[in-house]
């Protein structure tokens, strides 16, 4: 064993309760952020997932500027025989095609403004959680009956139920007026109010008869098995779409911006809360060095007058907080690993925000997400703010004179 390597670690356990005190706020930092990082992205992969299998999706196929737009004219012809050569060639049945319009919907006693979607009932569930959310009744059946399903807000504002019904109004494709009458045959609750109050669905072929879109839509909607997939399935469906139609693939990102900058703004603000915790532990380490060399000046000015350079004084230092830093990082990282990976597995719950998380349509239990970024990312950070704060006690020595040190006691 090298000898300086032997001097360090036998320097480090001259005071082992305060090496382990210091050790300890190493490991106990280490773990926390382990588990609070790889809680923060396990719940961005839930609020990911919960907001696009909604209604978003991963992937739409759109006419160009109709994100922007949402004009009806803006629509892509003959949108259900797309979806259906889509489904063919990409060997998945996670596309559907979409009508969207923004209609008055009428009961015997109240108007409201809703935006009303076509879809293909047989691939909506495939796409979104709609079809699984109906509380009362069921979702649409057959593409073109006159059905619709709404939102529990909404049969609430309109004071209405199941087998009633309701008038639509509207304007069609070529500014015609619009109008039809749909039974309700299923109530949907999403857990979010503002959104059950202003969106429902009817089947798409009787959405395009009713608007006289004359077969066309505006969506085709798609799904991916995972989100890191969504790049890809990106590409394939630009390759596939057909040639001399002036079509448009976006991704998630450009559907919902807000949502990426929602998790941006949570980041930095939990990466503040992380920054200050790396500093404390920083400023205990720095503490514990400083005290370990002015305690040993005066065996530092023997050595220094027999010899030995500042230099090789500080690189031990070093040495001693790196040995330190260490077994902070290797204790912390795997007790941190343990305790993520099984919350991962059996989930946690906080006390009392099972409604607050239904409100979001979010499940009870949260699940962290144990990976190599997560699981080194916070216990490297510390191991790197660690050696930096004990450059101050080895710089210190540079200006030690040895007459001097061997005369402190």
């Known amino acids: 064993m090298n000898l300086v390597f032997r ?20 490991i106990f930092s280490n773990v926390l952020l382990i588990f609070m990082i790889g809680l923060q992205f396990g719940m961005y992969d839930l609020m990911i997932d ?9 992937v739409q196929i759109q006419a160009p500027g109709y994100k922007d737009d949402q004009k009806m004219r803006q629509s892509v012809a003959d949108v259900a025989g797309l979806a259906s050569s889509l489904r063919t060639e990409l060997g998945s049945d996670r596309v559907a095609a979409r009508g969207a319009a923004f209609a008055l919907v009428s009961s015997e006693d109240r108007s409201y403004g809703i935006a009303v979607l076509g879809v293909e009932p047989e691939y909506e569930g495939n796409v979104s959680t709609i079809p699984g959310l109906i509380k009362e009744g069921r979702f649409v059946n057959g593409p073109d009956a006159a059905e619709i399903v709404i939102g529990a807000a909404l049969a609430r504002n309109l004071r209405i139920g199941l087998g009633q019904e309701l008038t639509l109004l509207g304007s069609g494709r070529d500014g015609s007026f ?40 505006h969506q085709v909607v798609l799904t991916a098995t995972a989100i890191d997939d969504v790049p890809e399935l990106q590409r394939r469906v630009a390759e596939l779409l057909p040639a001399g139609e002036e079509l448009v693939v976006h991704d998630w990102d450009a559907l919902q911006p807000g ?112 990976t190599l970024p997560t699981l080194l990312a916070g216990p490297l950070v510390v191991f790197g703010f660690t050696i930096l704060s004990a450059l101050y006690p080895a ?12 005369r402190a006691v």
């Not at 710089?395 to 061997?406: D, G, I, Q």
């Open 395 to 406: 710089l210190r020595l540079h200006r030690l004179h040895p007459v001097e040190a061997m």
């Open 259 to 370: 949502l990426k900058q929602a998790i941006r703004a949570d980041m930095s603000s939990a990466f503040f809360m992380y920054g200050i915790l790396v500093i404390l532990v920083a400023f205990s380490v720095l503490n514990t060095q400083l005290m370990s060399v002015l305690e040993r000046t005066h065996e530092f000015g023997i050595v220094l007058a027999l010899g030995l350079t500042p230099g090789r004084l500080g690189r031990l230092v070093l040495l001693e907080t790196a040995i330190m830093g260490m077994l902070g990082l290797l204790i912390g990282a795997l007790l941190g690993a343990i305790l993520t990976a099984y919350l991962g597995v059996n989930g946690f719950a906080y006390p009392g925000m099972e409604e607050l998380a239904a409100k979001f349509n979010l499940p009870a239990r949260f699940f962290p997400e144990l």
């Open 178 to 217: 619009a109008a039809a009458v749909v039974t309700v045959v299923g109530i949907f609750d999403s857990g979010v109010a503002d959104f059950d109050r202003s969106f429902a669905e009817i089947p798409l072929r009787f959405f395009q008869d009713m608007f006289y879109m004359d077969g066309a839509g």
């Open 7 to 26: 001097l360090a670690w036998r320097n480090l356990w001259r005071h082992s309760k305060r090496t382990w005190l210091t050790t300890g706020a190493m």
């Open 50 to 58: 919960n907001t696009l299998q909604t209604l978003t999706g991963h």
